[in-house]
Protein backbone atom coordinates (compact mmCIF):
# COMPACT_ATOMS: atom_id res chain seq x y z
CA UNK A 1 0.00 0.00 0.00
CA UNK A 2 1.46 3.49 -0.53
CA UNK A 3 0.16 5.98 1.39
CA UNK A 4 -3.03 7.01 1.65
CA UNK A 5 -4.61 10.65 2.41
CA UNK A 6 -7.93 10.92 3.96
CA UNK A 7 -10.12 14.14 4.17
CA UNK A 8 -13.39 14.34 6.19
CA UNK A 9 -15.06 17.85 5.40
CA UNK A 10 -18.59 19.45 7.11
CA UNK A 11 -19.84 21.05 9.74
CA UNK A 12 -18.87 21.36 13.30
CA UNK A 13 -21.63 19.22 14.93
CA UNK A 14 -21.65 16.31 12.60
CA UNK A 15 -19.10 14.28 13.76
CA UNK A 16 -16.43 15.14 11.38
CA UNK A 17 -13.66 14.86 14.27
CA UNK A 18 -14.82 11.84 15.83
CA UNK A 19 -14.72 9.77 12.34
CA UNK A 20 -11.47 11.17 11.81
CA UNK A 21 -10.50 9.69 15.43
CA UNK A 22 -12.26 6.80 14.83
CA UNK A 23 -10.44 6.10 11.32
CA UNK A 24 -6.87 6.90 12.77
CA UNK A 25 -7.26 3.98 15.58
CA UNK A 26 -8.79 1.73 13.39
CA UNK A 27 -5.41 1.88 10.83
CA UNK A 28 -3.17 1.45 13.81
CA UNK A 29 -5.29 -1.34 14.85
CA UNK A 30 -4.34 -2.42 11.87
CA UNK A 31 -0.91 -2.49 12.02
CA UNK A 32 -0.17 0.42 9.85
CA UNK A 33 0.85 3.94 10.63
CA UNK A 34 -1.69 6.65 10.65
CA UNK A 35 -1.54 10.02 11.24
CA UNK A 36 -5.08 12.42 11.90
CA UNK A 37 -5.13 15.83 12.51
CA UNK A 38 -8.38 17.96 13.17
CA UNK A 39 -9.22 21.38 12.54
CA UNK A 40 -12.84 24.22 12.98
CA UNK A 41 -13.92 27.15 13.14
CA UNK A 42 -14.02 28.92 16.22
CA UNK A 43 -18.13 28.60 17.24
CA UNK A 44 -17.01 24.73 16.66
CA UNK A 45 -21.19 23.88 16.49
CA UNK A 46 -22.19 24.69 12.67
CA UNK A 47 -18.71 26.37 11.67
CA UNK A 48 -16.57 24.52 8.63
CA UNK A 49 -14.56 21.52 10.02
CA UNK A 50 -12.29 19.00 8.80
CA UNK A 51 -10.50 15.78 9.72
CA UNK A 52 -7.76 14.35 8.06
CA UNK A 53 -6.47 11.09 8.61
CA UNK A 54 -2.45 9.49 6.43
CA UNK A 55 -2.42 5.98 6.21
CA UNK A 56 0.86 4.47 5.54
CA UNK A 57 2.78 1.17 5.61
CA UNK A 58 5.77 3.32 6.07
CA UNK A 59 6.97 6.44 7.70
CA UNK A 60 4.59 9.30 7.66
CA UNK A 61 7.27 12.41 6.96
CA UNK A 62 4.27 15.15 6.80
CA UNK A 63 1.19 15.03 9.23
CA UNK A 64 -0.68 17.64 6.29
CA UNK A 65 -2.70 16.13 3.79
CA UNK A 66 -1.85 17.98 0.53
CA UNK A 67 -3.80 16.32 -2.27
CA UNK A 68 -6.41 13.78 -0.71
CA UNK A 69 -7.15 10.60 -2.59
CA UNK A 70 -10.24 10.10 -0.77
CA UNK A 71 -12.72 13.38 0.05
CA UNK A 72 -15.80 12.15 2.53
CA UNK A 73 -17.81 15.59 1.95
CA UNK A 74 -20.73 15.95 4.92
CA UNK A 75 -22.43 18.90 3.36
CA UNK A 76 -22.34 21.48 0.30
CA UNK A 77 -19.72 24.13 1.66
CA UNK A 78 -17.27 21.49 2.23
CA UNK A 79 -16.79 20.10 -0.99
CA UNK A 80 -17.19 22.96 -2.66
CA UNK A 81 -14.46 24.11 -0.40
CA UNK A 82 -12.06 20.86 -0.58
CA UNK A 83 -13.08 19.26 -3.89
CA UNK A 84 -10.04 21.02 -5.39
CA UNK A 85 -7.89 18.84 -3.03
CA UNK A 86 -8.92 15.77 -4.14
CA UNK A 87 -6.69 13.94 -6.70
CA UNK A 88 -8.25 13.09 -10.34
CA UNK A 89 -8.37 9.42 -9.90
CA UNK A 90 -9.28 9.93 -6.37
CA UNK A 91 -12.55 8.73 -4.50
CA UNK A 92 -15.06 11.19 -3.52
CA UNK A 93 -18.01 9.88 -0.58
CA UNK A 94 -20.48 12.48 -0.55
CA UNK A 95 -23.66 13.24 2.01
CA UNK A 96 -26.51 13.77 -0.76
CA UNK A 97 -28.64 14.84 2.56
CA UNK A 98 -26.29 17.83 2.38
CA UNK A 99 -25.18 18.00 -1.10
CA UNK A 100 -27.47 19.13 -4.15
CA UNK A 101 -24.80 19.76 -6.61
CA UNK A 102 -21.53 17.92 -7.09
CA UNK A 103 -19.62 19.86 -9.28
CA UNK A 104 -17.89 17.89 -12.82
CA UNK A 105 -15.03 15.89 -11.53
CA UNK A 106 -12.64 12.94 -12.77
CA UNK A 107 -13.22 11.16 -9.62
CA UNK A 108 -15.03 7.90 -8.75
CA UNK A 109 -18.20 9.39 -6.77
CA UNK A 110 -20.47 7.35 -4.51
CA UNK A 111 -23.15 9.09 -3.26
CA UNK A 112 -24.58 8.58 0.54
CA UNK A 113 -28.09 10.20 1.95
CA UNK A 114 -26.25 9.43 5.17
CA UNK A 115 -27.61 12.10 7.51
CA UNK A 116 -31.41 11.85 5.95
CA UNK A 117 -30.95 7.67 6.48
CA UNK A 118 -29.40 8.23 9.70
CA UNK A 119 -32.59 10.56 10.55
CA UNK A 120 -35.23 7.84 9.51
CA UNK A 121 -33.96 4.86 10.98
CA UNK A 122 -32.01 5.92 14.45
CA UNK A 123 -33.82 9.17 14.60
CA UNK A 124 -30.50 11.25 15.07
CA UNK A 125 -28.40 13.17 12.34
CA UNK A 126 -25.49 12.67 14.56
CA UNK A 127 -25.20 8.84 13.41
CA UNK A 128 -24.39 9.96 9.58
CA UNK A 129 -20.76 9.84 10.47
CA UNK A 130 -21.05 6.36 11.34
CA UNK A 131 -22.98 5.35 8.28
CA UNK A 132 -19.99 7.46 6.18
CA UNK A 133 -17.33 5.48 7.41
CA UNK A 134 -19.43 2.11 6.99
CA UNK A 135 -19.52 3.49 3.02
CA UNK A 136 -15.73 4.60 3.11
CA UNK A 137 -14.56 0.90 4.64
CA UNK A 138 -16.78 -1.04 1.87
CA UNK A 139 -15.68 1.50 -0.70
CA UNK A 140 -11.62 1.64 0.09
CA UNK A 141 -11.35 -1.85 1.95
CA UNK A 142 -7.97 0.26 3.73
CA UNK A 143 -8.96 -0.82 7.18
CA UNK A 144 -10.09 -4.01 8.40
CA UNK A 145 -14.08 -4.65 9.81
CA UNK A 146 -12.66 -6.09 13.18
CA UNK A 147 -10.40 -2.39 13.62
CA UNK A 148 -13.20 -0.70 12.59
CA UNK A 149 -15.64 -2.23 15.18
CA UNK A 150 -12.97 -2.20 17.78
CA UNK A 151 -12.23 1.63 17.02
CA UNK A 152 -15.96 2.51 17.52
CA UNK A 153 -16.69 0.69 20.70
CA UNK A 154 -13.53 2.55 21.94
CA UNK A 155 -14.21 5.42 20.50
CA UNK A 156 -17.82 5.92 21.85
CA UNK A 157 -19.65 5.88 25.23
CA UNK A 158 -21.01 1.87 26.20
CA UNK A 159 -24.43 3.77 26.01
CA UNK A 160 -24.30 4.24 22.22
CA UNK A 161 -21.81 1.15 21.07
CA UNK A 162 -24.69 -0.50 19.73
CA UNK A 163 -26.71 2.40 17.94
CA UNK A 164 -23.13 3.09 16.25
CA UNK A 165 -21.90 -0.28 15.18
CA UNK A 166 -25.37 -0.43 13.30
CA UNK A 167 -24.99 2.73 11.60
CA UNK A 168 -21.58 1.44 10.51
CA UNK A 169 -22.98 -1.47 9.19
CA UNK A 170 -26.27 0.25 7.14
CA UNK A 171 -23.56 2.68 5.47
CA UNK A 172 -21.68 -0.22 4.11
CA UNK A 173 -25.11 -1.83 3.43
CA UNK A 174 -25.63 1.85 1.47
CA UNK A 175 -22.61 1.50 -0.92
CA UNK A 176 -23.97 0.53 -4.33
Known sequence: MKKV????????????VLAGQILGR????????????????AEARGSATKS??????DKIGFPMVRKCDVLIAMNQEALDKYLKDLKED???IADTTNIKKIPETQAKVFNIPATEYA?????????ANMLM?????????????????????????EK?????EEAYKKGK???Q
Open 90 to 92: GIL
Open 173 to 175: ALV
Open 26 to 41: AVVYDRKNAVQTQSYG
Open 5 to 16: EVRIAGSGGQGV
Open 119 to 127: EETFGAKIY
Open 160 to 164: VIKTN
Open 133 to 157: LGAFTKITNLVSEKAMQEAIADAVT
Open 52 to 57: EVIISD
